[in-house]
């Protein structure tokens, strides 16, 4: 048997604010989800298109390296001329409350080249800037996943807080509003009928 407030008008008032709030925070929560779903589902649709561009961007890039290689021997060497990337950094966005990345790389200029020309040729370029390419189709692909499963994460915590609201602090509430509230209206009536059986003596002494 569920154990109840007891039944005072105090608790009533106390009582129905929490169903009050309840009721909001349930609202807030299920909005909340809402939001995060269509953020997510944004992002999934973007990584999708990502996904298929980063395939041909790899296929191709290793093409060209297989042709650089053909042209100029193994680029093995000509490899240990392109210095450690230290050129991505992260910073973040809050999508209602949750810490979404943000990732940035910076592009190198054109001109700018790690390695002799007088060592490579038009193939090897091409796989440079193709590489390139992909590296910064990855960093982008990296950002979008790691968003979606924060988001993912946060959409089933915000499910489960909802869940609980909607399906067990609620119906608390509601059967404690009713439970207090049958109770003072019992004690209403009974308290009516003694003051009847009261008035009733009186008149009869009279």
């Given amino acids: 048997m569920a154990q ?11 009582t129905k604010k929490s169903l009050s709030l ?40 290793y093409k060209s390296l297989e042709k650089a290689n ?7 060497e000509l490899s240990k ?12 966005r809050s999508i209602m409350g949750v810490e979404i990345p943000i ?15 007088q060592y490579t040729n038009a193939r090897f370029d091409e796989a440079v800037a193709l590489f390139m390419q992909a590296k910064y189709l990855t960093v982008e ?11 993912a994460v946060a959409i089933k915590q ?13 119906p608390k509430f509601e059967s404690d509003v009713k439970f207090i509230t049958d109770a003072l209206d019992e ?9 009847k059986v009261i008035k009733k003596q009186k008149e009869n002494r009279g």
């Fill in 22 to 61: 309840a009721k909001v925070g349930y609202e807030l929560m299920d909005k909340k989800r809402n939001i995060l779903i269509r953020e997510m589902m944004a992002l999934i649709d973007r990584a999708a298109a990502i996904q298929s561009t980063i395939d041909d961007a790899f296929t191709n890039a």
């Fill in 81 to 92: 001329t392109i210095p450690f990337d230290t050129s991505v950094t992260m910073d973040s």
């Fill in 141 to 151: 692909l990296a950002e979008i996943e790691n968003s979606v499963y924060r988001l």
């Fill in 187 to 195: 004690k209403d009536r009974e308290e009516f009928s003694r003051l």
């Fill in 158 to 170: 915000t499910q489960k807080r909802a869940n609980a609201l909607k399906n067990i602090m609620i």
């Fill in 4 to 14: 109840h407030a007891v039944p005072t008008k105090g608790n009533l008032m106390a």
């Fill in 70 to 76: 053909i042209t100029l021997g193994f680029c093995d």
């Fill in 103 to 117: 990732l940035s790389i910076d592009k190198p200029e054109e001109s700018e080249l790690h390695y002799g020309l």
